[in-house]
């Protein structure tokens, strides 16, 4: 989402095995960025066999034996994030759940309209997007 020339990048501090070995980093909420970060800073790749939920504070039922393929979804959740068709005002958990749903009754709602909705934890950070300053030019001492 671009905004005067700058983008409005919407994270959350991750808190997967916080109490332990915190990674002190910020994660977009999206189940792909989720599951890609969890691949690349905890060397969690999910599979079919059972494993536990490591997120800070789950109180989840089924945190010490989900499918690790369902971890990245269930993560989601805790985060808070979620897709909303502005058009009909309804909340999807994912993006591919909003597209299901509205090829089902494509008549309730004629133009689908996402849009992301944050979870309470939401930190909005502003990012520059214009090139590195271009470097001083050089004057020689006069
Ligand atoms: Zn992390
Ligand atoms: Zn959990
Ligand atoms: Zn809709």
Redesign the pocket.
């Known amino acids: 989402m671009r905004n005067g020339g700058r983008l409005l990048l919407h994270v959350y501090e991750c808190q997967w095995d916080k109490s332990h070995s915190p990674c002190g980093m910020h994660i977009e909420g999206d189940q792909a960025s989720v599951t890609d970060h969890l691949a690349r800073f905890h060397g969690f790749t999910g599979g079919e066999g059972e494993t536990a939920?490591?997120?800070d504070g789950?109180?989840?039922k089924?945190?010490s034996a989900?499918k690790g393929t369902s971890?990245a979804r269930?993560?989601v959740?805790?985060i808070g994030y979620k897709i909303k068709c502005m058009a009909c005002n309804v909340d999807y958990a994912r993006e591919d759940a909003c597209r299901r749903s509205h090829a089902n009754a494509r008549s309730d709602c004629q133009r689908m309209q996402l849009a992301p909705v944050h979870g309470t934890g939401v930190i909005t950070l502003r990012v520059q997007t214009c090139e590195p300053p271009a470097k001083k030019r050089h004057f020689a001492d006069a």
């Open positions: 939920c490591l997120w789950c109180t989840s089924k945190r989900m971890v269930h993560l959740t805790h």
